[in-house]
C-alpha cells in the first residue's frame, strides 16, 4: 500500500498490507520496472498535483499486460453539468485548500471528464479493458435521484458521479 498519510498507513499495516511512505506528486514507487501484474488507484488522482507522475509510475511498475483499476470522481457528472448551468460548483470539486467553500469537495485538486481521463491514460501508454460510471453517496440522497443515477450511469457512464476504467499496459 502507497499512501503519504500516516493514519491512512496504519490501517493498511494493520490489515497486513506491506506499506511504503510515498508522495506520488514527484516521487517514485521503489519497486522495480516491469514486477507487478496489478496496480489499482483509487480515488486518488484527483488529489495530486502531478498526475502524469502516477499514472506514468503505475505503467512503470506494470509487466507487459498488466493490468491498472482507476476510480476517481467525474467532473462532468450529470448533476455537475446542472450545477454548472444554474452557476453553482460542481460536486467534489476543490477550490481551497484552506476555506471549505462548499460542501462535499474533499481537497480535490482538479477532476476528470471520462474523455480526458481516457486520453491521459491512452498518452502514457494504456489501452482501454472497461469503462464503467459508479455511483457515489452524494447520489443516494432520495430515491429517485438514485434511481436515476444508475439509469444514466448504465446508459452513458460518462454522465456518473464517479468513473472506474480498466487499463492494460500495452506494448511499445
Not at 439509469?151 to 458521479?161: D, E, K, N, T, V
Request: glycine fraction near 6%; charge should be positive; aromatic fraction near 10%.
Amino acid at each position: 500500500a502507497v499512501d503519504v498519510d500516516n493514519i491512512a498507513l496504519k490501517l493498511c499495516e494493520e490489515k497486513g498490507f506491506e506499506i511504503m511512505k510515498i508522495d506520488l506528486n514527484g516521487e517514485q514507487i521503489p519497486l522495480p520496472s516491469n514486477s507487478v501484474d496489478l496496480c489499482t488507484s483509487f480515488e486518488l488522482v484527483e488529489h495530486l498535483w502531478n498526475k502524469d507522475n502516477l499514472l506514468e509510475e503505475a505503467y512503470r511498475i506494470l509487466r507487459l499486460g498488466g493490468v491498472f483499476i482507476l476510480s476517481t470522481p467525474n467532473l462532468a457528472a450529470w448533476a455537475n453539468r446542472l450545477l454548472v448551468l444554474f452557476g453553482k460548483t460542481q460536486l467534489y470539486y476543490g477550490t481551497s485548500l484552506k476555506y471549505v467553500l462548499h460542501r462535499p469537495s474533499y481537497s480535490h485538486i482538479s477532476l476528470y471528464t471520462l474523455d480526458l481521463l481516457i486520453k491521459h491514460l491512452n498518452a502514457v501508454g494504456f489501452r482501454m479493458l472497461m469503462v464503467k460510471g459508479l455511483m457515489t453517496a452524494a447520489y443516494r440522497k432520495t430515491s429517485f435521484i438514485s434511481k436515476l443515477t444508475v439509469f444514466l450511469s448504465r446508459i452513458r457512464p460518462s454522465l456518473a458521479p464517479d468513473i472506474l476504467v480498466v487499463a492494460r499496459k500495452h506494448e511499445g
